[in-house]
């Protein structure tokens, strides 16, 4: 009897792995292998150059539209420090960093005392506004300043018992004790002031030494709480009657704001729109009861009308920085904004290059198509329906199924409507500042005011401005009280009667597209005090 166990129909593992690895096996499995590099290496590089091919083909046929895409043409040229506002003692710490990254423990500011001055300013300032806010108050109407819970505030009085009897003080008396309590600014005040003399603006970002979305913009907040200050103490200079001093700190609110207008960023922009706000809010009170002079209102008129919101490059110079983050990424394999160490392999940033070209292409194209016919900074237009069409193109052409050529625009790409709203209506509040400065100047001259507009210029305005949103005359009639109001037609391109819409919620963040933009005073408006001499 046979009882030798039958071979296994296939090789043991042994024997397997042996015949696996012969010479002439695996010398096919590395000539496969070298193949399939190969080709992937020929169709990386094939991917890359037509890519990179494309990408330059659009950029040089922009470029000779005019259009500017290269981060360096937005970066302001570097001044002399002695002749920089942005170097005065007060500012230049906020943006003097220690490099990155830093030892643990080691603060991000150089001079840590020189930006606690700062960041404690910034605390008490923002403390007090957004105590003081009105928060069930739409951005779109405006109030007299709290000058009574600024008093309360800056006395240190928390509890309501102090702050009713602050309410009982007059208007005059709460401005003397706003004065009182920020006299410890007084440093400050005088050293912007005099900084403010200097021929240039330009806070040191660094620009070209950081990757693009990891770059620091702490100065933005700074600024922000000093016009706060400004605006504050406007008010209540104009409350005691010293408008010569009210309008001194309203044009250093001003000023403050237009330090950042050559800065590439968005979001500076942005800032620089609401800092404008905070600056008309004393011109606007002013208007109201009635404070300034002709000779005040004529020059308030010419320093508005040198505002031009619209023509500032915010997307074109945050369209350049979208390209700068990409081709940072392409070029340099930069993973974490937060430590540049950790960088993608060259090999990689190699074979991925197709892909980001191609997403530079796409980022331009998009913002040339979608943001830039929104805006006719030339002839002072601003086309909602536009930018309301392009918003819902783009969001089509951003979300729409996976598209591996738009990654980046999905990050980078900002949506249309909510930054060009903001943009139209700050320039129409500067618009109908300038309009209500000459009706007031006609009030001063006739009584009262006119029964149109067609009155005023060039006598009282040299040039009247329109609405930007049709391009026809702001809308003007005269009220029973004596008064009148004022209006675009806003956002929705409709006249609603001078009609404010009152928003859900607290933040109101939409109701700047509904309803008209209104100027207007307080009914009726209130008369003023017995002006105190002029100081």
């Known amino acids: 009897m046979n009882n030798t166990v039958p071979s296994p129909r296939f090789p043991t593992f042994t024997r397997l792995i042996r015949w696996f690895f012969t010479r002439r096996t695996l010398g096919r499995l590395l000539v496969g292998l070298a193949a399939l590099a190969t080709l992937i290496a020929l169709v990386c590089a094939e991917e890359n150059w037509r890519g990179k091919r494309a990408w330059l083909n659009y950029k040089h046929q922009l470029e000779a539209q005019g259009e500017k895409l290269d981060w360096k043409d937005y970066v302001p040229t570097p ?92 208007r005059a008396e709460a401005a003397a004790a706003v004065l009182r309590g920020l006299e410890k600014y007084d440093s400050v005040v005088e050293e912007l002031r005099g900084a403010s003399q200097r021929p240039y603006a330009r806070f040191n970002i660094q620009y070209e030494d950081e990757f693009a979305p990891a770059i620091l913009l702490p100065h933005l907040a700074c600024l922000k709480q000093a016009t706060v200050l400004f605006q504050v103490r406007a008010s209540a200079e104009l409350a005691m009657g010293r408008t010569d001093q009210a309008w001194s700190d309203t044009r250093m609110g001003l000023y403050l704001a237009d330090t950042l207008k050559d800065e590439p960023f968005l979001i500076s922009k942005l800032v620089k729109v609401a800092l404008d706000q905070l600056a008309l809010k004393p011109i606007w009170e002013g208007l109201a009861e009635h404070r300034w002079s002709d000779a005040q209102l004529l020059e308030i008129e010419q320093r508005l009308g040198k505002i031009d919101l619209l023509a500032d490059a915010a997307m074109r110079g945050e369209r350049a920085l979208s390209i700068r983050t990409i081709e940072q990424l392409r070029d340099q394999g930069i993973i974490d904004a937060n430590d540049l160490s950790k960088r993608l392999p060259s090999l990689i940033s190699f074979l991925l290059g197709g892909f980001f070209y191609q997403n ?30 392009n918003d819902a193109a783009l969001a089509e052409a951003v979300v729409g199924g996976f598209r591996p050529y738009n990654f980046f625009a999905r990050m980078l790409v900002p949506a249309i409507t909510q930054a060009e709203t903001k943009f139209a209506f700050g320039q129409t509040r500067v618009n109908e500042a300038i309009v209500a400065c000459a009706l007031e100047r006609y009030r001063l001259a006739q009584g009262q005011f006119p029964e149109s507009l067609e009155p005023l210029s060039p006598r009282f305005v040299e040039k009247m401005p329109h609405d930007i949103i049709t391009g026809a005359p702001l809308i003007y009639r005269r009220t029973p009280d004596g008064q009148f109001i004022l209006y675009s037609v806003g956002w929705n391109e409709k006249d609603d009667g001078g009609t404010i819409v009152l928003p859900g919620g607290k933040d109101h963040k939409t109701e700047l597209t509904a309803g008209d933009w209104v100027w207007q005073y307080p009914t009726p408006a209130a008369p003023p005090p017995q002006a105190a001499a002029n100081q």
Do not use: C
């Open 79 to 170: 001044v002399p420090d002695a002749q920089n506002f942005a170097m005065t003692p007060f500012l230049a710490p906020v943006l003097d960093f220690n490099p990155r990254p830093r030892p643990e423990g080691q603060s991000l500011w150089r001079d840590t005392n020189g930006y606690n001055r700062i960041s404690s300013l910034q605390e008490e300032i923002g403390k007090i506004e957004q105590a003081t806010a009105d928060h069930n108050e739409p951005r779109s109407t405006q109030r007299m300043t709290d000058l009574a819970g600024w008093a309360a505030a800056l006395a240190g009085n928390t509890n309501n018992a102090p702050v009713t009897a602050m309410r009982s003080l007059t």
């Open 360 to 389: 530079e292409l796409s980022v331009a194209r998009m913002y040339q198509q979608f943001f830039v016919p929104v805006a006719d900074a030339a002839n002072q237009r601003l086309y909602p329906s536009r930018a309301g069409a």
